[in-house]
């Protein structure tokens, strides 16, 4: 079963930048869709943007034209470079295929993100 390791979270300025990676325990080649989903205190999980093996991205209204989501097939690897960083970008990001692999180990910890002056 493929299991999912998020990092890059970190603490930063509004308007600040900061690159998320993903990495899997096994070959997301087989995975039509990948995607990043993430999580605000009080709030259900939802999902931030994803992308398919032929290159389709899709992302939510609330990020569009600030981040972008791209994977290394071959280095079973997704990314999420996000820009112009807003407060309410602040939650915990998680990765997995869209739509997620459920069950034990499907999700991973996620990496936080923390946008602040």
């Known amino acids: 079963q493929v299991q999912f390791v998020e990092s890059g979270g970190d603490l930063v300025q509004p308007g600040g930048s900061l690159r998320l990676s993903c990495a899997a325990s096994g070959s997301i080649a087989s995975i039509y869709a990948m995607g990043w989903y993430r999580q605000a205190p009080g709030k259900q999980r939802e999902l931030v943007a994803d992308?398919?093996?032929?290159?389709?991205?899709n992302y939510a209204d609330s990020v569009k034209g600030r981040f972008t989501i791209s994977r290394d097939s071959a280095k079973n690897t997704v990314y999420l470079q996000m820009n112009s960083l807003k407060p309410s970008d602040t939650a915990v990001y998680y990765c997995?295929?869209?739509?997620?692999?459920?069950?034990?180990?499907?999700w991973g910890q996620g990496t936080q993100v923390t946008v602040s002056s």
């Open positions: 997995n295929a869209r739509p997620p692999i459920m069950g034990s180990g499907s």
């Open positions: 992308t398919t093996r032929g290159g389709i991205t």
